[in-house]
């Protein structure tokens, strides 16, 4: 991820993520060394991104989000693997989230790649008509 990704970034952003982040966190995470920034890019657009944190030796991902016109292509996939490549390389020993109760998209993707429900966090996630639970997932790597 680079400086001149995040104009793309905050489009996909705005589109598909309730709570999204502004350009201004996403350069704050591209500056600070214990973030991890990917993105997807084909044909020189950004179709997708990832971010994760490195605490101690876990990685936690705080963000995950494909465009819509490109979403069930796998791209979220290859974007996990990249992560997990980056973490067996750094000794990390588990990869955390929280994902919001009724997000199916995501629960899916993480569950297909074998991350496994850990607990629940109760309202968690404020909605317009009230709260959310998030469920968190770990996945394990040694
Ligand atoms: C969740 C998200 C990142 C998935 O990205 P993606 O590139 O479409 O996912 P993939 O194509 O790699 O899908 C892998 C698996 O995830 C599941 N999945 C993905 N999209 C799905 C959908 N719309 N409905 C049900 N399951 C879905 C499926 O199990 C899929 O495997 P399959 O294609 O063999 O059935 C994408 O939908 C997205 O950007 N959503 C909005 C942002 C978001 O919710 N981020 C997660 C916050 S925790």
Do not use: C
């Not at 990704?5 to 993520?17: A, C, G, K, Y």
């Not at 973030?35 to 995950?64: F, H, M, P, Q, W």
């Not at 974007?79 to 899916?108: G, M, P, S, T």
């Amino acid at each position: 991820m680079r400086k001149n990704d995040i104009s793309s970034i905050i489009e996909i952003e705005n589109t598909v993520i309730p709570d999204a982040w502004n350009a201004n966190k996403f350069l704050q995470s591209i500056n600070n060394k214990q973030y991890i920034n990917l993105v997807y890019v084909d044909k020189n657009i950004v179709l997708a991104y990832l971010v994760a944190v490195s605490i101690l030796n876990r990685y936690e991902i705080l963000k995950i989000a494909v465009a819509r016109k490109f979403q069930q292509q796998k791209i979220a996939s290859k974007l996990l693997q990249n992560l997990f490549w980056q973490a067996k390389k750094n000794n990390i020993a588990a990869v955390d989230l929280e994902v919001r109760e009724h997000n199916l998209a995501a629960i899916n993707l993480y569950e297909k790649l074998g991350f496994k429900k850990v607990g629940v966090r109760k309202n968690y996630y404020f909605i317009s008509d009230g709260y959310e639970n998030a469920l968190t997932y770990t996945l394990t790597l040694y």
